[in-house]
Nanobody, 122 residues
Framework: QVQLVESGGGLVQAGGSLRLSCAASGRYAMGWFRQAPGKERAFVAGINWSGDSTHYADSVKGRFTISRDNAKNTVYLQMNSLKPEDTAVYYC???????????????????WGQGTQVTVSS
């Protein structure tokens, strides 16, 4: 049973920063998605199994950074210059496909965390 445990969400003012963490029970290619009320779950960032390939949604490029610590089986999402439109529940997801494929699609990922709320106030 794959377990994913997210942490690091919270309330922050616009322009501020947060770092999300996702601790996994093994090593996988990983992604971060977010879902705002009334909207579909959307891709934010992805990283392959080795950590040498990353992918970002256009809306977060230059502001968010995904990284991983393979010794800890943990993936991070550093979020800077946060905007009110970044407000959402953020989910980490794991895929047994180590590299390649479509990181942007929810279908790529077999396992999902429980989500962590990020709220950005204006």
């Amino acid at each position: 049973q794959v377990q994913l445990v997210e942490s690091g969400g919270g309330l922050v003012q616009a322009g501020g920063s947060l770092r999300l963490s996702c601790a996994a029970s093994g090593r996988y290619a990983m992604g971060w998605f977010r879902q705002a009320p009334g909207k579909e779950r959307a891709f934010v960032a992805g990283i392959n199994w080795s950590g040498d390939s990353t992918h970002y949604a256009d809306s977060v490029k230059g502001r968010f950074t995904i990284s991983r610590d393979n010794a800890k089986n943990t993936v991070y999402l550093q979020m800077n210059s946060l905007k009110p439109e970044d407000t959402a529940v953020y989910y980490c997801a794991a895929s047994t496909l180590r590299s390649g494929g479509n990181f942007y699609s929810t279908a790529r990922y077999e396992y999902w965390g429980q989500g962590t709320q990020v709220t950005v106030s204006s």
